[in-house]
């Protein structure tokens, strides 16, 4: 079993920035993938950002590439999704989510193991 914790969201201007985290208990996260997804009011859930644990390796949405950067710190079991420019599009409860494996799937039906999640709102 994996528990995630989501914190760090938060109210801010257009072109500010936010770094979210997401704290990892249980099993050692050394297998494991683990994604951030967002939705908004009305839409469906969303891709964001995914990590390889193992392998550190990382993937973005095209909405978020070049703005956010996913990181992690093996030591505290966690990772964080650093926001820049962020814009009001990306308002949204944005979730971290982990899964076994150390191929990284956005498909957010693949994920096992998903946080409270977090509010993100951007005002213009």
């Known amino acids: 079993q994996v528990q995630l914790v989501e914190s760090g969201g938060g109210l801010v201007q257009a072109g500010g920035s936010l770094r979210l985290s997401c704290a990892a208990s249980?099993?050692?996260?050394?297998?494991?993938?683990v994604g951030w997804f967002r939705q908004a009011p009305g839409k469906e859930r969303e891709f964001v950002a995914a990590?390889?644990?193992?392998?550190?390796?990382?993937y973005y949405a095209d909405s978020v590439k070049g703005r956010f950067t996913f990181s992690r710190d093996n030591a505290k079991k966690t990772v964080y999704l650093q926001m820049n420019s962020l814009k009001p599009e990306d308002s949204a409860v944005y979730y971290c989510?982990?899964?076994?494996?150390?191929?990284?799937?956005?498909?957010?039906?693949?994920?096992?193991?998903w946080g409270q999640g977090t509010q993100v709102t951007v005002s213009s």
């Open positions: 989510a982990a899964v076994s494996g150390v191929v990284v799937t956005q498909r957010a039906n693949e994920y096992a193991y």
């Open positions: 249980g099993r050692t996260l050394s297998s494991y993938s």
């Open positions: 990590i390889s644990w193992r392998h550190g390796s990382t």
